[in-house]
């Protein structure tokens, strides 16, 4: 490595928060990101000047570098086209855009053109499952992408060599019902300037008057989670909100973070309030990149109004900030505890339960974590408060949702419905009622098949998550158990045995059925397996990654067995 190359990197590493990392873990990542858009990868000699510059031993830096997708230890090209490949853009067309890359660039999925200015990947679910096939090149999205698109797309790369871009291509925001959250029927700040006129403990009980349950998927009671943290000692505490929506067929968040930034953080900044925090912190998906900057702006427009920073709202005692933190493509740091570590600096691997992050969480600090869409219903709350919010949805599930709908309907998009409507109400709203299945909550959710389309979608029933994939009558079932599989299979994190091993297993018993080679017997080992994970995994992504293979297999054994090879 030359003089110069190491005096750059030293350069580069200087840029980011002007080089103040000595001992400071928590900008690594950081670091890394920038010194991966700055030369397309981080070398062994890049490594090292990190190690150095933030107090680690090299292997402690290429640890991290081997975790995260979007980091990488060989150099990319200079544009890096990743293609969706989770369900909903494979029901769009996928396999033909990807048939075209490689025609188009002359390389094969996962290697860089000779010339270095293409590298050619895979990317799971980036949150444009209504708009599919979709594909990154480098921070910039494109949606509806089609074979002809390809050309021009990488027609285009080649004329402007070097310039590097962000933002959207061809994107409709797809907002196809609105309800009390996406009419703005909360006045802005309203919410705030409540809770500020109220003691801290009135706040918290506002929330478990409504009772608000967490819209990221388990629905744990909110009132619950910021009483522990209010009631928790530490000289600092964090709201941390989780913007890491990774879960296949979600993007409901997507439209919050673009159009409803504010009441995002004003929803944090209640927490902020409730808990006693000081400092929030949005972790914001490396696949949602291209917002960063106009959060940026929404974060600094509120400090300028004092809506974020000392004395907000006049109220001396009242100090918040919000800071942003990039993940950087790993699904498994929407775990809460995974994506602590994530901001601490670490690989993003789920921590043991107990304790849990309300009590010690970033930097072992009580820390609440909440979802995008919890926060904004927690600003609706406090502004219309909980008997208003209660008139909609259902005793256990109170208020509405959203829900990100895609697959085979004619009108995927984002849908605001109260808690409690029925599955054949969806699909009659989005127009897929043909639908032979539904998949509930993304990859980890439910398969639910047409005898249970009455069900209610609701806590009490049929788990809401944030998304609903329409599975048509033409659909092969086992299509959909192999593409989430494979998703599971990558995207675990390979710390516990039952979620490694047993994520393989099952994808391997799936490309069996597809055989034809899969007896009874087998199957019957399978589903053991499946209930095996469901206990010893150690977070979500192992407990709940059979879900849909063993919907599949209880409800379409008839079109899973006996079958035949697929031409
Ligand atoms: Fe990692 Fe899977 Fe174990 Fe979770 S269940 S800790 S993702 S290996």
């Given at each position: 490595m030359s003089a110069i190359i190491t005096s750059q990197i030293r350069d580069e590493i200087k840029r980011v928060n002007g080089g103040a990392f000595a001992g400071n873990r928590g900008n690594l990542l950081p670091v890394l990101q920038h010194l991966q858009a700055r030369f397309g990868g981080i070398s062994g000699e890049a490594m090292q000047e990190v190690a150095d510059a933030v107090g680690l031993r090299p292997v402690e830096v290429e640890e991290i570098v081997s975790f995260y997708s979007f980091l990488r230890k060989d150099t990319a090209g200079?544009?890096?086209i990743r293609l969706c490949r989770t369900l909903s853009c494979e029901m769009q067309g996928k396999?033909?855009?990807?048939?075209?890359?490689?025609?188009?660039?002359?390389?094969?999925?996962?290697?860089?053109t000779p010339d270095k200015l293409f590298t050619l990947e895979y990317t799971n679910c980036m949150g444009m499952c209504d708009q599919g096939p979709a594909m990154l090149v480098n921070d910039r999205i494109f949606t509806h992408v089609t074979p002809e698109k390809v050309h021009r797309i990488v027609t285009e790369c080649r004329r402007q060599f070097g310039e590097y871009q962000?933002?959207?291509?061809?994107?409709?925001?797809?907002?196809?019902?609105?309800?009390?959250?996406?009419?703005?029927?909360?006045?802005?700040?309203?919410?705030?300037?409540?809770?500020?006129?109220?003691?801290?403990?009135?706040?918290?009980?506002?929330?478990?008057a409504a009772f608000l349950r967490g819209r990221g998927g388990a629905g744990f009671p909110v009132s619950t989670?910021?009483?522990?943290?209010?009631?928790?000692?530490?000289?600092?505490?964090?709201?941390?909100?989780?913007?890491?929506?990774?879960?296949?067929g979600t993007f409901?968040?997507?439209?919050?973070?673009?159009?409803?930034?504010?009441?995002?953080?004003?929803?944090?900044?209640?927490?902020g309030y409730a808990i006693g925090a000081t400092q929030g912190l949005i972790y914001l998906r490396g696949e949602y990149a291209f917002m960063r900057e106009e959060l940026e702006e929404s974060i600094s427009n509120r400090r300028k109004k004092s809506l974020l920073g000392q004395s907000i709202f006049?109220?001396?005692?009242?100090?918040?900030?919000?800071?942003?933190?990039?993940?950087?493509?790993?699904?498994?740091?929407?775990?809460?505890?995974?994506?602590?570590?994530?901001?601490?600096?670490?690989?993003?691997?789920?921590?043991?339960?107990?304790?849990?992050?309300?009590?010690?969480?970033?930097?072992?600090?009580?820390?609440?974590?909440?979802?995008?869409?919890?926060?904004?219903?927690?600003?609706?709350?406090?502004?219309?408060?909980?008997?208003w919010y209660k008139q909609n949805g259902t005793a256990q599930s109170t208020g509405t949702k959203l829900f990100s709908i895609s697959g085979d309907c004619i009108s995927p998009g984002i849908f605001e419905f109260p808690l409690g409507i029925s599955i054949s109400e969806v699909l009659e709203e989005a127009h897929g009622e043909d639908a032979k299945a539904v998949q509930i909550g993304g990859a980890s959710g439910q398969c639910v098949p047409r005898s249970g389309f009455e069900r209610c979608i609701s806590f009490e029933d049929a788990p809401p998550g944030g998304s609903i994939i329409v599975i048509g009558p033409d659909r092969d079932m086992l299509d959909v158990a192999e593409n989430f599989l494979e998703f599971f299979a990558e995207e675990s994190c390979g710390q516990c045995i039952p979620c490694r091993k047993g994520t393989q297993v099952l994808l391997e018993g799936v490309r069996l059925l597809r055989r034809g080679d899969c007896s009874l017997e087998y199957l019957a080992r399978l589903r053991k397996l499946s209930a095996s994970m469901k206990i010893a995994s150690k977070c979500g992504l192992g407990q709940s990654a059979p879900n849909a293979f063993m919907g599949i297999v209880d409800h379409f054994q008839d079109e899973l067995l006996g079958r035949r090879p697929k031409e």
């Open positions: 200079r544009f890096i396999k033909q855009v990807a048939n075209q890359l490689e025609s188009e660039l002359g390389i094969r999925f996962g290697e860089t962000t933002g959207l291509v061809d994107f409709n925001p797809n907002i196809r019902k609105v309800g009390p959250i996406l009419t703005g029927i909360s006045e802005a700040e309203a919410g705030l300037r409540r809770a500020l006129r109220m003691p801290r403990s009135e706040v918290i009980g506002e929330i478990r989670k910021w009483q522990i943290a209010a009631a928790a000692k530490g000289a600092n505490k964090y709201v941390v909100c989780n913007a890491d929506e990774g879960e296949p409901k968040d997507r439209l919050l973070l673009l159009d409803f930034a504010d009441k995002v953080i004003e929803g944090m900044t209640i927490a006049g109220k001396e005692d009242m100090v918040f900030d919000v800071d942003i933190r990039m993940g950087s493509g790993a699904y498994v740091c929407g775990e809460e505890t995974a994506l602590i570590e994530s901001m601490e600096g670490k690989r993003g691997e789920p921590r043991n339960r107990p304790p849990f992050p309300v009590n010690t969480g970033f930097m072992s600090c009580p820390t609440a974590v909440n979802n995008v869409e919890t926060f904004v219903n927690a600003a609706l709350v406090l502004d219309k408060g909980p008997e």
